[in-house]
């Protein structure tokens, strides 16, 4: 099936400093891309979603200029969580649709923020 | 708010039958039943999804009711491997955004 990746899978960062978040089809283009938080023992949340060649729409309560999400191609998509506080520490997953109407997406492995 | 209701936890021991349920009794004529499941610290996998016919694949059953407003998800022999939250979601074909409810956490036990 289709794959794709996230890089990094783990980082541990301070308070203040900025984290970016890479999100990769590997063998299929993407022109929309979904970002997801998960908090422990807790379901996952639609943040944004991330549109190639425009802007992201955000999803309620999320703040778009600290979360900021750029499609620079059709197989990637970043999230940087810009002046990371302690109650950003989270899991985030990115995921894909392999074409545009498909019936199923494809999610990456999460990477896990800590935040100190 | 999530549009599906399931357990909360099951228990199912290891190459028995593990069968899932969820409600969905608002479910729209349009919208079909996806699962999806994630074991821990990784991002959710593809099952199975259906929208009023009994579907199969290589994974799982999905046993969809005649009226629609429940299905249960059949994981024919568990294993070990299986033991992961579990995740009935409704949806329009062709819009891509999923709702995650809580899910079941099934544990396959020996």
């Known amino acids: 099936g289709a794959v794709v990746s996230q890089h990094p899978s783990r980082v541990i960062c301070k308070s203040g400093t900025s984290v970016k978040i890479e999100c990769r089809s590997l063998d299929f283009q993407a022109t929309t891309m979904f970002w997801y938080r998960q908090f422990p023992k807790k379901s996952l949340m639609l943040m944004a979603t991330s549109n190639e060649g425009s802007k992201a729409t955000y999803e309620q309560g999320v703040e778009k200029d600290k979360f900021l999400i750029n499609h620079a191609s059709l197989t990637l998509s970043t999230l940087t969580v810009t002046s990371a506080h302690p109650e950003d520490s989270s899991f985030y997953i990115c995921s894909a649709p392999p074409g545009q109407g498909a019936n199923e997406q494809y999610f990456g492995p999460g990477t896990r923020l800590t935040v100190t | ?110």
């Open chain 2, 1 to 110: 708010d999530a549009k599906t209701t399931q357990p909360p936890s099951m228990d199912c021991a290891e190459g028995r039958a593990a069968n899932l349920p969820c409600n969905h009794s608002t479910i729209s004529g349009n919208e079909y039943v996806y699962w999806y499941r994630q074991i821990h610290s990784q991002g959710p996998q593809y099952i199975i999804h259906g929208l009023k016919n009994n579907e199969t694949n290589e994974m799982a059953s999905l046993i969809i009711t005649e009226d629609r407003k429940s299905s249960t998800l059949i994981l024919p022999h568990a294993t070990l491997r299986d033991t992961a939250v579990y995740y009935c979601i409704v949806r329009v074909v062709g819009y891509s955004t999923l709702t995650f409810g809580k899910g079941t956490m099934l544990l396959v036990s020996p």
